[in-house]
């Protein structure tokens, strides 16, 4: 082009790919409202003497064995258990090949009661030191009684260490929950990240609430004995039943399923983080105070600061409540943790935020409201690619069964809706992408119905900067280092 410099050669270049690549934030494809009507199945819960909760043969046969990540980087597990006729010990035996038990480690014994029901000795014991990426046998409880499972440990932490996630929310215990327990178990999946509402054991009544947590672990107890499950609770964890005398929230929760919350320096078991294999999981308290200065804002900001993308490329953040929530059910209800928290999961550049309580499957484009103040407009939420997906799984088929209700028109923020029951994988390939599937449960049948690429927020977005970089230099016959 006669007459134009090199310069203004580059200045056309930086104006055209800054107007595509703000029409293609703009351009927000139209959200996807699900034609599929899931059939009425009776959400009701599996009767006490199905075969699903048997209770292990035997006297003080340990029961309702679960595992959860026990330190901060994957080289620990907490493995918990229940015995009912005497406390029995709190040891684990452990080794590397089946049947040969090198190790032994001891934990505590805790009990609670809730009204005049009585739990079982439940018993805590942190295995650590272990070897990564290695497959772990171990037996609980005594002679005849003594039952045997075993676990993988994850790869060291690492950027580009492959590992898949199940996310599961508000389970319960219905035969619908059952069916999500199948399929989830079915897709090879390697740990658990769950959104809260475990067991729904808050909906009945005096004994029968402690009844319906031990029959719930030995419900979940097929996949929880051998794969950690990242805990986090729910409102039906919360248990504040003044009828009965019982005020003390999440008794029943924080006696049964502990959590790793010390190795990340919180000062609670409700708010964590884990890093495990290429991922940092952040897990947060809707119901444990987060305003500015509360322990959970003040450690989730310093948490934050802790991540390191070169080690942990995926930050991965788990919540009960959903910010963003199209449907009639729990509309607004995570407004308050948005405007505490939404600008640092747009400043970190979280890259996806798990959560459930809605019983129905939802997905949102990548959107803010961070420009939001009470005083001036911008009311709405805007595309920004610097966000993370929000995606609600609180489908997991508990006793209340599904929330059928979507707001209409669907609003521009909301990709993907339906009202079924099912659960959800992660599977992180390398530290650029990772594969996302949602698997709807068809009437007990699982049929994947909504998946995607996501692209990691930290790593992509540093290879489009140095793509565009390089594209630049060379316009100005220079090289990019
Ligand atoms: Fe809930």
């Not at 010990?89 to 001891?106: H, I, L, P, R």
């Not at 809260?196 to 609430?209: E, I, P, T």
């Not at 319906?212 to 929880?224: C, I, K, N, P, Y």
């Not at 809707?286 to 310093?302: A, D, G, M």
Request: glycine residues 6%; charged residues 20%.
């Amino acid at each position: 082009m006669p007459g134009v410099t090199k310069m203004q050669c580059l200045l056309f270049q930086l104006i055209l790919t800054s107007f595509v690549l703000l029409d293609s934030v703009n351009n927000v494809n139209a959200g996807i409202t699900s034609s599929f009507i899931r059939k009425e199945f009776p959400a009701v819960d599996i009767p006490l003497d199905h075969e699903v909760f048997a209770v292990p043969r035997g006297h003080n046969a340990p029961q309702q064995v679960h595992i959860t990540q026990g330190n901060y980087d994957g080289n620990a597990v907490i493995i918990s258990w229940v015995t009912f006729d005497e406390p029995g010990f709190s040891k684990v035996q452990y080794g590397t090949s089946d049947k040969n038990y090198e190790f032994t480690a001891e934990g505590r014994m805790t009990n609670y009661t809730f009204y005049q029901y009585s739990s079982g000795y439940i018993h805590h014991v942190l295995v650590d030191g272990l070897k990564y990426d290695t497959k772990y046998y171990y037996k609980i409880g005594n002679g005849e009684s003594a039952r045997e499972f075993w676990f993988q440990t994850p790869p060291m932490i690492g950027p580009d260490v492959p590992y898949k996630f199940g996310i599961i929310g508000d389970l319960g215990q219905t035969y619908n929950s059952l069916s999500t327990l199948e399929h989830y178990m079915e897709s090879g999946a390697q740990s658990v990240l769950f959104l809260g509402d475990l067991s729904y054991a808050d909906r009945y009544k005096y004994n029968d609430v402690g009844i319906r947590w031990d029959s719930w672990g030995r419900f979940v107890e097929r996949s929880t004995a051998y794969q950690p499950w990242i805990w986090n609770a729910g409102n039906h964890e919360i248990e504040y039943m003044p009828y009965m005398n019982e005020v003390v929230p999440f008794k029943s929760y924080l006696h049964r399923y502990p959590t790793p919350y010390l190795a990340s320096k919180s000062s609670s078991p409700m708010w964590y983080a884990i890093r495990r294999a290429s991922a940092h999981i952040i897990v947060l308290s809707s119901y444990s105070p987060f305003v500015k200065y509360t322990p959970q804002y003040l450690w989730l900001k310093e948490e934050l600061e802790n991540v390191d993308r070169k080690k942990t490329p995926w930050l991965i953040v788990l919540m009960h409540v959903p910010i963003y929530n199209t449907n009639e059910a729990h509309f607004m209800e995570g407004e308050s943790m948005r405007s505490v928290f939404e600008e640092w999961f747009i400043h970190h550049k979280v890259d996806v935020i798990f959560a459930g309580h809605v019983h129905a499957y939802e997905r949102s484009h990548r959107i803010s409201n961070i420009m939001y103040n009470v005083s001036s407009g911008e009311r709405y939420p805007v595309p920004d690619e610097s966000a993370p997906v929000y995606i609600t799984v609180g489908d997991g088929g508990n006793q209340e069964g599904l929330a059928g209700r979507f707001r209409d028109p669907q609003p521009d923020y909301s990709a993907f809706r339906e009202a079924s029951y099912g659960h959800s994988t992660l599977e992180i390939m390398n530290r650029t992408h990772a594969l996302y599937h949602w698997n709807r449960n068809d009437e007990g049948k699982k049929v994947p119905t909504d998946s995607f690429v996501l692209h990691n927020q930290y790593w992509s977005s540093n290879v489009r900067e140095r793509t565009l970089m390089k594209h630049n230099l060379s316009v100005l016959g220079r090289t990019a280092s």
